[in-house]
């Protein structure tokens, strides 16, 4: 096979790979994020308050009474938000009033947040309570509070209403998400590729 058509397929091949596993990987980034959002919106439901800033910088809070996979809607907005147009999102208040749903709902919210987050509850009884989660299990999880750090065991079907404290900060992009500085490197290696079977005198088989 001569030089030419040598150079010939290790472009083809070199800028078939850079497109699939680069650029591709840019263009995925987006609905990356809108599954990474939609994840957190469903940890809480429906009637849970949030406060959301878009991309334009426009800033707006309510209460979600639907979304899906691509859409979030808030009470009293009108028109869907696309997620992908969403910038921040935090969750600012949750009530679950319905018994038969209490500790599912209150479970999902709970391990949605993870454990280090500072929260404040208020329980079926009227009590309130603050502090840390530091433990989520089957039907209960561990609330840390107090200057002395008091671990409280408490039930999921106990809670009514979450306020994510200060430490649950708007929803971050993943620290996995494909980057442009990986995208592009992959495509420097593609070239590099090319370059070397350029530079190569031996014929392909």
Known sequence: MNCSKRVAIALIIGLGWSKTSGLAQLRAVPDFRSGYLMQRVEAFGTGAEVSIELQNGKKLRGTMDFFDAAHIRLIDKGQAIAFENIKDLKVTKVTYGDPSERANRVQS???GLGVNQ????????????????????????????????????????????????????????????????????????????????????????
């Open 109 to 111: 919210a709970v391990q």
């Open 118 to 205: 500072k929260v404040k509850l208020r329980l079926v009884s009227g009590k309130t309570l603050k502090g840390w989660i530091q433990y989520s299990g089957e039907n209960t999880f561990d609330l840390v509070s107090g200057e002395q750090a008091e671990i409280r065991t408490v039930a999921y079907d106990e809670v009514q209403t979450i306020w994510p404290g200060a430490t649950s900060r708007a929803l971050p992009f993943p620290q996995a998400r494909p980057s442009p500085k990986a995208a592009f490197k992959k495509i420097a290696v593609a070239f590099a590729v090319i370059f070397l079977l350029m530079a190569s005198g031996k014929d392909l088989p």
